[in-house]
């Protein structure tokens, strides 16, 4: 079983039904998801999926992050659009966490970007994931770094095999 990251406004659910790529096809398949744990102050929840999928790569993470530090910053639109990704670049403004544990980073955040992946142009690995855009600071990027993430992920408590899945009709 995997474990997915995602952002959810206002999650008032246990289950989902997502359609996530998969390694072993150009199609995307469809999974079973139990919501594991929401992470306090923002719209990330951790998932647990029915099945386990192939991954091309898994991004390495990396918990250095450092004011100055050079990103690129990934986003996804919906399918629908002719440009259906979003990158853009900058470096860590802060790392001071605010009251709910975001940094920021120095350029605007487009709309699509939240839950994608923030990488270091030093050391290409994930330094953070985007919830969002500070409106109140130039629209800059709101970024959870992978070390709060990760701390938070390893205090949940270990996972019970289910009996079965919960429907999610």
Known sequence: MGIVVLLCEKCVFSCLQLYLNDAEGSTQ???????????????????????????DAVPQRDSTVYPGCPYILCGSF??????????????????????RGFIRGDTA??????????????????IAINVGTDD??????????????DAFRAALPPEKPLASWPSCS
Do not use: E, W
Not at 78 to 99: A, L, M, V
Not at 109 to 126: P, R
Not at 136 to 149: F, G, I, Y
């Open 29 to 55: 398949k469809r999974v079973t998801a139990k919501v594991q744990a929401k992470y306090p102050h923002s719209d990330i929840i951790f998932l647990r999926l029915d099945k386990t999928l192939k991954a």
């Open 78 to 99: 919906n399918r629908s659009h002719d440009k259906p990704y979003s990158i853009s670049h900058g470096s860590i403004s802060t790392t001071r966490s605010d009251s």
């Open 109 to 126: 955040s487009n709309i699509g970007d939240s839950g994608g992946g923030c990488f270091s142009l030093d050391t290409g690995s994930l």
């Open 136 to 149: 109140k600071n130039l629209n800059r990027a709101m970024l959870v770094p992978v070390a709060q993430l």
